[in-house]
């Protein structure tokens, strides 16, 4: 990851890759064909913590989905300052890789992602509408595209130019700024 954030993506070989990791280069190729399947898995572990923490904060907030939603865009916004995997990752998505070549399968992977992401959080709002924390009226697959790029938009503005506002200071405001959009928006509302 620090190769790929220092070097980018397509200068990085793998053997500096694995020259770094001080394995040989047969290493990392019996565990992987190319970059991007390293790549890929770099990112499902990033994601996959994720998912634990989910769990975890349905567990801490048991009935209380909007809660759980905040906890977690809270965490994501904060873990890019602080955590340095998280960091990194988000880094080199943004800014440091190019989806041509050998990583255009990922750039495939990463838009079949961002749909399910789109699912998973709507129907994370279906469930704050149901827990009655959300308004019946929000239109929810609008909202989950809204928070998606929002989030992301954060993140990537940051990394961009990182002494340009306190990420982790602001975290909380950014996340409740977006909940009470969907909350008061009247043009995130079914029509009457």
Known sequence: MRLFSQQGVSSTSLAEIAKAAGVTRGAIYWHFKNKSELFSEIWELS????????????????GDPLSVL???LIYILEATVVVERRRLMME??????????????????QRSLCLESYDRIEQTL????????????????RAAILMRCY?????????????????????????????????????????A
């Not at 080199?92 to 992977?109: D, L, P, R, S």
Request: charged residues 25%; contains cysteine.
């Open 47 to 62: 994601e996959s913590s994720i998912a634990d923490l989910e769990i975890e904060y349905q567990a801490k907030f048991p």
């Open 70 to 72: 905040r906890e977690i």
């Open 92 to 109: 080199i998505i943004f800014h440091k890789c190019e989806f041509v070549g050998e990583m255009a399968v990922v750039q495939q992977a």
């Open 126 to 141: 279906v469930q704050c509408i149901q827990a009655r924390v959300l308004p019946e009226s929000l239109l929810t697959r």
């Open 151 to 191: 989030i992301s938009g954060i993140m990537e503005n940051w990394l961009f130019a990182p002494d340009s506002f306190d990420l982790k200071k602001d975290a909380h405001d950014f996340v409740e700024i977006l909940l009470e959009m969907f909350q008061h928006c009247p043009t995130l509302r079914k029509p």
